[in-house]
């Protein structure tokens, strides 16, 4: 059975620094691109970036993009998200969802539950 | 990347069926085959229900349908049943292995 189970999510200072983990079962981890997709809190989806099956390349939305890291440790069943210069609009529910191949072309065929990331003083 | 246009929400009776629209550009939707379909039930992940337009994932009941028509996708649920009351997203891929997400549409079913 595919499990991802998500964690590190949880109130952050605006300017502050967040690493969100993924850990992945039930399938052979290594074969597939892994996406982080978010939820602002009563909002719709928005997919925030993208890593194919063997590290590379990696991908992100546009307001993201350097600030945002992914990573992902294949030795681990493991996939991250470094979220540093939070600001209030990354408030969300941050999910990590499974690609059905190995690029990020493939759409996303297991979610996680989710991990909550307010940014707020 | 702006968000794809679907109806905020939908309605229809037991064994009914009803149709969810998702209106993009010829940059995304009217570019790509890769249109997918998401059911989220409240607090709860979402869930592929359909992918490539038409693809359903196994376990995915045939009452979901999908197609797409230029720049526009739709969703087609037949048979409508109680637990298909949920909110529904498309997705599609936007070039430069990006995505980009419907507004979402709230099916009631009544």
């Known amino acids: 059975e595919v499990q991802l189970v998500e964690s590190g999510g949880g109130l952050v200072q605006p300017g502050g620094s967040l690493r969100l983990s993924c850990a992945a079962s039930g399938f052979t981890f290594s074969s597939h691109a892994m996406t982080w997709v978010r939820q602002s809190p009563g909002k719709g989806l928005e997919w925030v970036s993208c890593?194919?099956?063997?590290?590379?390349?990696?991908y992100y939305t546009d307001s993201v993009k350097g600030r945002f890291t992914i990573s992902r440790d294949n030795s681990k069943n493991t996939l991250y998200l470094q979220m540093n210069a939070l600001r209030a609009e990354d408030t969300a529910v941050y999910y990590c969802?499974?690609?059905?191949?190995?690029?990020?072309?493939?759409?996303?065929?297991?979610w996680g539950q989710g991990t909550l990331v307010p940014v707020s003083s | 990347q702006s968000a794809l246009t679907q109806p905020r929400s939908v309605s229809g009776s037991p064994g009914q069926s009803v149709t969810i629209s998702c209106t993009g550009t010829s940059s995304d939707v009217g570019s790509y085959n890769y249109i997918s379909w998401y059911q989220q039930h409240p607090g709860k992940a979402p869930k592929l229900m359909v992918y490539a337009v038409s693809q359903r994932p196994s376990g995915v009941p045939d009452r979901f349908s999908g197609s797409k028509s230029g720049n526009t996708a739709s969703l087609t649920i037949s048979g409508l049943q109680a637990d298909d009351e949920a909110d529904y997203y498309c997705?599609?891929?936007?070039?430069?292995?990006?995505?980009?997400f419907g507004g979402g549409t709230k099916l009631t079913v009544l």
């Open positions: 997705c599609s891929y936007a070039g430069s292995s990006t995505w980009v």
């Open positions: 969802a499974k690609g059905l191949s190995g690029s990020c072309f493939a759409p996303f065929d297991y």
């Open positions: 890593l194919a099956a063997g590290g590379v390349p990696t």
